[in-house]
């Protein structure tokens, strides 16, 4: 079987045509994704088509492609039992035909059937209009007919309480039926308003711009060629998610590994064979150049017209005429660039030496959401060292740390990490990168059987005359241990630290010594506790400080 591989540079300049056979032959494909390798911040997509071909000259197109494939990235590689030569490819911007003119037409039949029932009210309204002004010239007339008739005994009382019935309910209704007509055009008003509102949107989505991609092929002997179109594309990612799940016995814990991935394309990745890595192809391969940095004396900038005066009469011209005109060397060296045959090489998978990759063993589906897909990468189990911490200064709980050692042949890579003692979630927080070997800490929560409670005791200030000013605090710190079992709870505290010589901080009388002081002023106490067992610390802080002279940050 003879074997193609190659791969396609695409050039800033436009290449003259390949020389094929006056029958060229166009073959539009039913492409398909058949892998993804996914990155922090984009993914490469690799589609496939297998076709028999005859001799002769082709164009193979791959047809609906999404537009934000990244031309650049573009390369085919190819096999099969035909012989084939590749002339090069095309990149075209495609159009699919209008879509939504159903649901368009659908929106304005709609609008036109609203705008009929609106018309209908208008002319209610009319109507009702013509019936109140009828009222009001009806009680104009009765008016000028009472004033009239009143002097002669006329109308009965009863006669102008009818008539006064019969205009007032008139007016009446007629109000009250031109509110519900108002009510019933905003609500029309307010349909019609969020029809044209879709219809806008369906026009505008009508033209959905998609790309295209022409592989010219001159075939020698029959048979089946198998094209591999590899392409970098934007809008998709993963990243790493964990879930750390400590054992009841509090001597190993089970990581599991997750990788969460999305892809906003354009178009759904159904049954695809998916590696995660964590190259950063954005980045670029190599590092960015120091320019020379160049440091001299101002000196003012000519005026632009004093430039255009200065500058060379034949580009001068050529500017004036929209044009710049190369020399004949250059004008050489153009044509043998343009002249120069593409190279096809065979494309290389990079030995991974500064990234890592993880080959998802099942085929998976990735839909065109923009949504969080999960998938279990790996899960390992790891010994751990428990260990009970608290800092009572600033939280009254006690909290479970872990140390762990990562075992794998892989780094953690930064992420969110879940925390879980047996089935209880305990809390999430983020993992920085942990390299393969290093060892990392985690925290599960706070254990309420270990009790601590913090209280300052009292504080002095004694301002010296003859020696040092002097600021004294006295703390205790009670502890309990309810568990089953015996164990050591390591306390922290701090003393402050002198930002000047002449301040000198020190503990003072600490009822229990410390395991360790820091350089930051971090005091640490281990305490081992029996099942049941309560003990203190008491200790004091002394500053003492330069008289007439004052402190801050007490």
């Keep these: 079987m003879i074997i193609l591989r190659f791969v396609i540079l695409i050039l800033v300049f436009q290449l003259p045509a390949v020389a094929f056979s006056a029958d060229i032959k166009r073959i539009a494909t039913s492409s398909h994704i058949t892998s993804v390798t996914i990155f922090a911040d984009r993914a490469q997509t690799t589609r496939t ?20 494939v990244l031309d650049d990235s573009i390369r085919v590689d190819g096999k099969g039992t035909a012989a084939v030569t590749i002339g090069g490819l095309e990149i075209k911007r495609a159009f699919l035909a209008q879509s939504g003119e159903k649901r368009f037409q659908e929106i304005q039949d709609e609008i036109r059937s609203l705008e009929k029932v609106s018309a209908a009210l208008d002319a209610r309204k009319s109507g009702v209009a013509a019936q109140k002004a009828f009222l009001e010239s009806i009680r104009v007339a009765w008016g000028d007919r009472i004033s009239k008739e009143l002097a002669i005994a006329r109308p009965s009382t009863s006669e102008l309480l009818d008539a006064s019935n019969f205009v007032g309910s008139g007016v009446t209704k007629a109000e009250e039926q031109n509110r519900e007509i108002d009510s019933e055009k905003r609500t029309l008003k307010d349909k019609i308003d969020a029809l044209r509102r879709q219809q806008n949107e369906v026009s505008g989505s009508g033209r959905k711009e998609t ?27 993963w990243e790493p998610a964990y879930d750390v799940r400590l054992a009841n016995d509090m001597k190993t814990a089970a990581l599991t590994f997750q990788a969460m991935m999305r892809q906003q394309t354009g178009e759904d990745w159904n049954n695809v064979d998916v590696t995660l890595s964590t190259a950063r192809p954005a980045v670029g391969g190599a590092p960015p150049e120091l320019y020379q940095w160049n440091v001299s004396l101002y000196r003012p900038q000519p005026m632009r017209s004093e430039m ?16 710049v005109q190369f020399d004949a060397a250059e004008q050489e060296e153009a044509v043998i660039l343009q002249d120069t045959p593409v190279t096809f090489a065979t494309s290389l998978i990079g030995n991974e030496q500064t990234s890592v990759s993880f080959h998802v063993p099942q085929r998976l589906d990735i839909p065109s959401d923009g949504g969080r897909h999960g998938t279990v990468v790996a899960i390992e189990q790891f010994p751990v060292n428990i260990e009970y911490l608290t800092v009572p200064k600033l939280s009254p709980s006690v909290f479970l740390k872990s140390e762990m050692t990562n075992r794998t ?73 309810f568990r089953k079992e015996p164990m050591t709870l390591t306390l922290r505290d701090q003393l402050p630290v002198a930002a000047d010589e002449e301040i000198k901080v020190s503990l003072d009388e600490p009822s ?43």
């Design 512 to 554: 229990v010594k410390p395991e360790e002081i820091k350089s930051d002023g971090t005091v640490i106490w281990k305490m081992p506790l029996q099942t049941g067992e309560k003990r203190e610390i008491l200790f004091g802080i002394m500053i003492e400080y330069p008289k007439e002279r004052e402190i801050t940050g007490l």
């Design 49 to 68: 088509t297998t076709i028999n071909l005859k001799p002769g000259s082709y164009l193979i197109a791959f047809e609906g492609m999404p537009p934000l």
């Design 308 to 323: 255009l005066m200065a500058a060379p009469a034949p580009y001068a011209k050529a500017k004036k005429a929209g044009r």
């Design 409 to 481: 042949a892989y780094p953690l890579l930064p992420g969110k990490i879940n925390t879980f003692v047996g089935n209880r979630y305990t809390g999430s927080s983020q993992l920085k990168k942990v390299a393969s070997g290093e060892k990392f800490d985690l925290f599960f929560g706070n254990d309420d059987q270990v009790t601590v409670k913090r209280e300052e005791l009292k504080q002095h200030k004694e301002a010296g005359i003859f020696s040092k000013n002097r600021v004294s605090y006295r703390y205790r710190i009670e502890l309990g241990n």
């Design 211 to 237: 790309k295209m991609v022409e592989v010219s092929v001159e075939v020698a002997r029959e048979g089946t060629l198998t094209l591999e179109l590899v392409s970098m594309i934007s809008q998709a990612g």
